[in-house]
């Protein structure tokens, strides 16, 4: 029989986790000029990527992709259920299809982890930042970052199956977090550069679009459409028992982002870590989004936004289908008002599934794009994933505080005996 | 479809304004406290990297 640990056992696992992994962030991947290494990669199209690993690419840690390519597998992997739905079979298959699909995304993490670093590491070398830029210079610090994505992967699937949270988001989120603390020094430090009012101006202006930014992310994470269920009655005369399916405007949560923005940067991502330039590579390089050398470069926005309000369609149809919902609602002998089940409810389900993903896709571009037109307005570099930053931030906390309440009402029953030890 | 799309806006249960600032507030906290543990562990580690490396 599986070994099931305590409460505190599994908080406590987490963590040590977490620390594990900033602790491996913290050790420099030999072969490599460090100082060189960040001027080569930071910003441009690198942005997202030093976000999403906590800054561990412009360090050069032995981390220096973190969970990236796993994200990107698991983005791979649920494009391709469309072609092969034998994919969909296996997800579905409760926790052992569950253990078999993170298997298989780690499988392909690991090559695209491996194609990742080396590409990384001839750009370094191209630019001349590797001490011994030999065959074995280049294999050797390859081969150390892809074993530690494998590791980064198991140490997630870990915390998902033995301890508490989302091992990828709560990753994900240590990263992000851990460089907010020096990021802020150093736009207080560049403020304090001028005169003091207006240095005091900028700062409470920045903290000021801080806690907005947060406030309407929280707002459209909390919005969502009640449809009104109505159970049959259980024996003549009793009550009618009614419930609600909440649809939330942001289904997808942070994913169509994700999804959208590691798609757009991908060919500038590519080009850069094999050198080749080409005007073209400026649509899918954010920098340079509304330049005025460049103005056509502006069409990758508008590109980047459609596939914002694309992938938050395809994440909710693939996170709830109306067909399997009218099925289960079927089952349990609930009907819509006025919606008579089968296919007419699946149709309504999805008619109203339609409007919410196309407001919470709008909201999303509003997210994503508030920070890439100030980055544009005020040249700030580094803003431009501010709004990606934050709403992976306040969805990652506020799917962890669930599943901290949720953990917390099971360990009290527990300690009860209301469900036995 | 604009139409349509603020109809439907305007029926979606959204948070009270104080149940908003509430909830804002917690996740702010959070956020800043744990960015400001990690920033405190990060420190320990780099300096016992530096140490060994």
Redesign the interface.
Known sequence: MKRQFSFRTKVLGTLAIVLIYRLLSHIPLPGVDHMYAKAVLSGGSLNLLNILTGGNLSEMSIMALGITPYITASIILQLLEVLIPKLTDIREDGKEGMRKYKRITIYLAMPLGGIEAVGLLLRLKASGALTHPTFLGIAAPALLVTVNVLLLSLLCQVIDEKFFGNGTSLILLAGMLSSWVPDVTRMVVSSIAGTIPIAVLKIVLWIAATVLLFAFTTYISSCEKNIRIIYARKAPGAARQTGNIPIKLLGGGVVPIIFASTIITFPSLIALFFGATHPALYLFDMGHWFDPNTPWATIGFVLYLTMIIGFSYFYQTMSLSPWKLSDDLRQSGGTIAGVRPGPPTAEYLSRQMKYVTALGGIALCVIAAAPLVASALTHISGLAFFGTGVIIIVSVLEETTKAWQAERVGHVYKAKGVFGR | MIK??YA??K?????TRP???K??GI??L???L???A??G??LA??A??GLF?
């Open positions: 349509k799309l439907e806006a029926r979606l249960r959204k948070p149940e908003l600032w909830k804002t996740l702010l959070e956020a800043v744990a960015s400001g990690l920033f562990v990060d580690f780099r016992l990297v490396l």
